[in-house]
C-alpha cells in the first residue's frame, strides 16, 4: 500500500511547492480628468469633460521586485461647448514598475506609448506615463489595484487636429497635452 501511495504523496508536495505565478490580467474601471483645446480664429475653445474610462493590463512579474505590462485603457468623452460628435482616447503603453515588498505592495510605474484622439478624424501621438499605486494581495491568485496614472501626450505647438468637416478649429497650448486617471482593478496571477 505503500508504494501505490508514495506517487500520490510525491505528487501532492510537488503541487504545495509549485511556484508562485507570474503572469497577470487586470481589467479596470477608472475616471479621468478632462483636456482643454484653444479655439482658432477668434473661435471658442472646446473642453472635453472628465470621464468614465476602462483598460486592461496584461503583465509579467520579474525576478526583481517589479513587473513589465502593457495597458490599454479607453474613454469616451462629450465636448464642451456641446458637439455632434464625441472624443475617443485610447492608450496603448509598455510600462515597468518596481513594487515594494510589503502587504500593500506599493509601486511606481513608467511607460511610453501611444495616444489615440478620435472625433472628426483620428490622430495617433507618441505618450508617456507614470502611475503610484497600491496593489495589496486578496490570495495568491487575486489583488485589487488601486492607482493614480498621469499621462502625457507629445504633441507639436500649435498643431490642428480633431478637425471637423467645415472647419479645422482645435488647437493644442503647448508641446505636451496632460491627462490624470484614478483607477481601481482586481488583478488575477496566472
Known amino acids: 500500500m ?3 501511495l ?3 504523496l510525491c505528487l501532492l508536495t510537488g503541487l504545495a511547492q509549485a511556484e508562485a505565478p507570474v503572469w497577470y490580467l487586470t481589467p479596470f474601471t477608472g475616471y479621468a480628468s478632462g483636456l482643454d483645446f484653444d479655439g482658432q480664429d477668434d473661435s471658442p475653445g472646446l473642453q472635453a469633460d472628465p470621464a468614465g474610462l476602462w483598460g486592461l493590463a496584461l503583465g509579467r512579474q520579474t525576478d526583481d521586485p517589479g513587473s513589465m ?3 490599454f485603457s479607453q474613454q469616451v468623452s462629450r465636448l464642451s ?4 460628435d464625441r472624443l475617443t482616447l485610447r492608450y496603448l503603453h509598455f510600462a515597468g514598475a518596481l513594487n515594494a515588498d ?6 511606481v510605474s513608467a511607460g511610453v506609448g501611444l495616444t ?3 472625433a472628426y478624424q483620428s490622430r495617433l501621438r507618441p505618450s508617456l506615463a507614470l502611475a503610484v499605486g497600491i496593489q ?3 490570495s495568491r491568485q487575486l489583488a485589487l489595484r488601486a492607482e493614480l496614472r498621469g499621462y502625457g501626450t507629445l504633441i507639436d505647438d500649435d498643431s490642428q487636429f480633431l478637425c471637423d468637416p467645415e472647419r479645422c478649429g482645435l488647437r493644442s497650448q503647448g508641446e505636451l497635452l496632460t491627462q490624470l486617471q484614478a ?3 482586481l488583478t488575477l496571477f496566472f
Open 81 to 84: 461647448p456641446a458637439q455632434p
Open 116 to 118: 489615440q484622439f478620435s
Open 183 to 185: 483607477n481601481l482593478g
Open 6 to 8: 508514495a506517487p500520490l
Open 69 to 71: 505590462e502593457l495597458l
Open 102 to 107: 510589503t502587504w500593500l505592495s506599493p509601486y
Open 136 to 138: 495589496p494581495r486578496l
Open 2 to 4: 505503500r508504494g501505490r
